[in-house]
């Protein structure tokens, strides 16, 4: 299983995790660039994940296997 999350961003963020309840399982900040989430306490399933820059924001789905 993948327990890191790659999140690549234009521009400083900040981010939030949910699951499918639309409870925060963790939330913080990305750089610019690269960024790795440690998600190898996650349960299987799917999440989502909100990814905001302040111009703009985006949610993804996420399926941690």
Do not use: F, P
Request: no cysteine; glycine share 8%.
């Amino acid at each position: 299983a993948n327990n890191h999350l790659q999140i690549i961003v234009e521009q400083a963020a900040n981010y939030s995790l949910y699951d499918l309840t639309g409870k925060v399982i963790s939330n913080g900040k990305l750089i610019a660039g690269e960024n790795s989430l440690d998600v190898a306490s996650l349960a299987a399933g799917a999440y989502l994940l909100r990814v905001e820059d302040g111009t703009r924001h985006q949610i993804k789905r996420i399926i941690k296997e």
